[in-house]
């Protein structure tokens, strides 16, 4: 999986639409599924956590779209631990509607519809609505139950008209994400009892935003653009130490660049993202991000050469430099030899957090983290059609890594912390695809963790080796099975005394689809099949054996 940062995502993808799309010629190098936005037909539990994949701007063109229910591997950290669902594509009439309803055990529920009106071939605008959550009691590792609760909504819109000269879009977002705390999380922390209007042990999430974007569509102009921005706000209501926080952000993006001729260009883009809260402890911020670089491909070379200069205001340092290359030869269109190196800025504001551990407290000024280097050697092939084989090693350094430390000996109380972390790792994936009949999904990474301080909790929940194998059938065209399965073991930092412990991840899981009608369709989704004991955030089981069973229809 690329690498995941929330805001990149956030940023180009919030109100896209529900279709997604591949590129015509698929190559070794870049077999890439870019959805515009998530699509999840597993319901999420309590302690379960969605992260996009890194997207690019869509076409207008449409495709219908099969969805994929393999979760993808990890391939770059920071990462959060569960994989998002994401879709295949197939040439046919697209359908504009869609709508998906689905209901399981432990008060499951999952919902979504989605709307794309094509008034011409210039304007089109899209629709977007769902929801997901779960209502029931989850056992702690001593089997002691908790009454859980957890429902998050999200809607989005997006506009978009082709001028002759550049596409214009205008989007919109807008979300709420209710759940509540263990009981004892208030009785261990009195200063919960001090505040007011803490409603013991719930927690809101509220996040909206709004933004327009213009991109270039003569590509044969001297100078090239792509240029959007959008203005955001979040809140989180119910924060012990500090209650009704709120957050907004106002972030732009330029991407600028001139075709020197055919093989060669330069360009530059630009970042900046402002930050204000409504908080004496954190400061407001300002950051701004200079990414000249030097671009070259020819039949056999693709070169990118350039480099991070990130300058910030109000925390931390205030100046920072990474590296952004990337060199890949060609040596036949079925192998590629490639090595990178990355890095920059990954911004520690709310939306981070809320997937970082929405269970987690903000106790004052945490600072963004930066990817110092991330630097690869890899080797990828395609020797048969159908089969993709990928081998890489690398290292990675990051400063102030943020994590989540446990408050006091009780260990239900966290909140985040930052600490400078890195690692070497290595690994393998294969993908082979029959026909569309039958396919088969290996992956494997393993790391090896350090801090650069004394502070070994920070590597906690740092993934020391990730596993994950896949396998889907056809049997006949309207029924497709499938099953998939996860393992993730963590580290065990030396000096996590009284503590709880957490455990490694190990998940199994089935599906089942079956097309009644050409735009009918139900499905099965069984996950947690051996009712493992685990946790996606410290302290927060996850659900045992569950279920979710619904139809799916197009219009």
Not at 402 to 425: P, Q, R
Not at 531 to 555: C, D, H, M, R, T
Request: no cysteine; net charge neutral; glycine share 8%.
């Amino acid at each position: 999986m690329k690498k995941i940062h929330i805001l990149s995502a956030l940023f180009l993808g919030l109100g896209a639409s529900a279709f997604a799309q591949t590129t015509p010629n698929d190559t070794t190098m870049n077999r890439t599924v870019v959805v515009e936005r998530e699509y999840n037909p597993i319901i999420q539990g309590a302690s379960k956590v969605n992260v996009l994949p890194e997207v690019e701007e869509p076409s207008m063109s449409q495709k219908e779209v099969e969805y994929e229910l393999n979760s993808v591997p990890a391939q770059a950290v920071p990462i959060s631990l569960v994989k998002p669902f994401v879709a295949k594509e197939y040439e046919a009439r697209t359908w504009p509607g869609y709508l998906r309803l689905g209901a399981g055990n432990l008060g499951n529920i999952d919902a979504r519809g989605h709307y794309t009106f094509q008034f011409n071939e210039r304007d089109q605008l899209s629709l977007d609505v769902s929801s997901w959550g779960m209502n029931g009691k989850l056992k702690y590792a001593d089997d002691v139950k908790w009454k859980t609760r957890y429902y998050r909504t999200e809607g989005s819109m997006l506009y978009r008209h082709q001028f002759d000269q550049l596409d214009l879009s205008v989007f919109a977002n807008m979300g709420v994400h209710n759940f509540n705390l263990r009981n004892e999380f208030v009785s261990a922390n009195t200063r919960l009892l001090e505040l007011k209007d803490y409603r013991a042990p719930k927690q809101n999430f509220t996040y909206g935003n709004v933004g327009f974007g213009l991109k270039s569509r003569d590509e044969f102009a001297t100078l090239l653009y792509d240029i959007s921005s959008q203005f955001g706000v979040y809140g989180r209501q119910y924060d012990p130490v500090e209650a009704d926080l709120k957050e907004t952000l106002l972030q732009t993006q330029a991407k600028v660049w001139t075709r020197l001729d055919d093989e060669n260009k330069l360009g530059l883009d630009l970042n900046m993202h402002n930050r204000f809260v409504n908080s004496d402890s954190i400061k407001n911020s300002t950051t701004l991000d200079f990414n000249p670089y030097y671009g070259f491909e020819s039949d056999n070379w693709k070169l990118r050469l350039g480099a991070h200069i990130d300058l910030g205001f109000g925390f931390g340092k205030s100046f920072l430099v990474s590296p952004d290359l990337d060199i890949q030869y060609i040596f036949s269109d079925n192998y590629i030899l490639y090595a990178q190196a990355k890095g920059g800025r990954i911004h520690s504001n709310f939306k981070r957090f809320q997937n970082t551990s929405p269970y987690t407290f903000i106790s004052g000024k945490n600072r963004d983290t930066y990817e110092q280097i991330n630097a690869s050697l890899g080797f990828k092939a395609s020797p048969i059609p159908g089969l993709w084989l990928n081998l890489y090693g690398g290292y990675q350094m990051l400063k102030d890594d943020l994590y989540i430390s446990a408050v006091g000996e009780s260990s239900l109380l966290s909140h985040y912390s930052n600490e400078d972390t890195k690692n070497f790792y290595g690994g393998a994936s294969l993908f082979y695809d029959y026909k569309n009949r039958v396919g088969v999904n290996l992956a494997a990474i393993g790391r090896k963790w350090k801090t650069d301080g004394f502070n070994n909790n920070a590597l906690l929940f740092k993934p020391k080796m990730e596993f994950e194998a896949g396998f889907y059938l056809k049997p006949i065209e309207p029924l497709k099975l499938g099953v998939n399965y996860t393992l993730v073991s963590r580290e065990e930092p030396d000096n996590w005394v009284g503590k709880l412990a957490v455990d490694n991840i190990s998940k199994l899981s089935a599906h089942a689809s079956y097309q009644i009608l050409k735009p009918l369709s139900v499905y099965i989704v069984a996950d947690n099949l051996m009712n493992k004991k685990y946790q996606y955030y410290y302290a927060y089981p996850v659900e045992g054996l569950n279920f979710i069973a619904g139809l799916s229809f197009q219009f």
